[in-house]
């Protein structure tokens, strides 16, 4: 079974700062896809970035960047120039083959200004 | 840009009532998902549905719950007879269509606040 592990449960950065949030995981699977989803306090789940286990370059989308290093299995998620609006519940989450999202235990990220 | 959308926002039901939480999921989209979200806690899988039949279902999903596709567009939750501990968000999702890459992409919906009291 696979399995999402996220051991930042909390963490708060200034505004403008540079973050990372750390994201490990575990499987025997070789082809899957990995993902980081928002949740902001209207609880929506809005997709940041995902990551195809079999390409080797990092996804990257505007300020939102991973590192992805698949023999460790860890899936972290840099935040560049963070702002205000970047405050949430952030999840990571593990698919495999069209079938359910496996989401860590979640990192509550805070932007102070 | 498409979504999906899920109704009510909120639903407040008493323990022992039947519930339907409905989803539209986007219109080109084969996998359909839902998941729930207790307070405070992650967000669990539920059941998947895909080809008219359920894919895959979860240790939650006993038999209160089922889900149905009754049109072309609409995708349902249904819990017979909610308990105090149904209480949760509960999200639909939708992926699909096996093109570009994007089967495994799952788009979340706002989700329904369900209340059982």
């Known amino acids: 079974a696979q399995t999402v592990t996220q051991s930042q449960p909390e963490m708060s950065v200034q505004e403008a700062e540079t973050v990372t949030l750390s994201c490990t995981y575990d499987?025997?699977?070789?082809?899957?896809?990995l993902f980081w989803y928002k949740q902001p306090p209207s609880r929506q789940m809005i997709l940041v970035i995902r990551q195809e286990a079999y390409k080797q370059q990092n996804a990257t989308e505007n300020r939102f960047s991973v590192n992805f290093q698949k023999a460790a299995k860890s899936f972290s998620l840099k935040i560049s120039d963070s702002q205000l609006g970047d405050t949430a519940m952030y999840f990571c989450a593990f698919e495999w083959g069209a079938q359910k999202l496996v989401f860590g235990q979640g990192t509550r990220l805070t932007i102070n200004p | 840009e498409p979504e999906v959308t899920q109704t009510p926002s909120h639903q407040v039901t008493q323990m022992g009532q039947e519930v339907i939480l409905r989803c539209v999921p986007i219109?080109?989209?084969?996998?359909f998902y839902w998941y729930r979200q207790i307070l405070g806690q992650k967000v669990e899988f539920l059941v998947s549905f895909y080809n008219n039949e359920i894919s895959e279902k979860s240790e939650i999903f006993d038999d209160q719950f089922s889900v149905e596709r009754p049109d072309g567009s609409n995708f349902t939750l249904k819990i017979r007879s909610t308990k105090l501990e149904d209480s949760a968000m509960y999200f639909c999702?939708?992926?699909?269509?096996?093109?570009?890459?994007?089967?495994?992409?799952?788009?979340f919906g706002p989700g329904t606040r369900l209340t059982v009291l």
């Open positions: 499987t025997s699977e070789n082809n899957y896809y």
């Open positions: 999702a939708s992926s699909g269509p096996p093109v570009a890459g994007d089967k495994d992409t799952q788009y």
């Open positions: 219109s080109n989209h084969l996998y």
